[in-house]
Nanobody, 118 residues
């Protein structure tokens, strides 16, 4: 199983980035997908999640209205569009896959750094 994130980088406050996660080795449509982030000294937090069928996206309050999660089950990818970025969004962002029935079947990507300068 591999989850490979891409799209991180350095951006100024107010800018945008789009993160992508490509999954392989799993039946993608059987997995709910999520994006987590972890800043230095902080716990990893769930930023956004989406169901296996692409419905019911959920967001942490701090990113509502700015971030959008989406998935393409034909391409085995999940994306996170991040707009109006703030310095407090700086973190390593991780892609997560969790089986909809067997929740112990959970996988993580290696993470991608997002840095927002003020």
């Amino acid at each position: 199983v591999q989850l490979v994130e891409s799209g991180g980088g350095l951006v100024q406050a107010g800018g945008s980035l789009r993160l992508s996660c490509a999954a392989s080795g799993i039946t993608f449509s059987y997995y709910a997908m999520g994006w987590y982030r972890q800043a230095p000294g902080n716990q990893r937090e769930l930023v956004a999640s989406i169901t296996s069928g692409g419905g019911s996206p959920n967001y942490v309050d701090s990113v509502k209205g700015r971030f959008t999660i989406s998935r393409d089950n034909a391409k085995n990818t999940v994306s996170l569009q991040m707009n109006s970025l703030k310095p407090e969004d700086t973190a390593v962002y991780y892609c997560n896959a969790r089986h909809i029935q067997f929740r112990f079947m959970e996988y993580w990507g290696q993470g991608t750094q997002v840095t927002v300068s003020s």
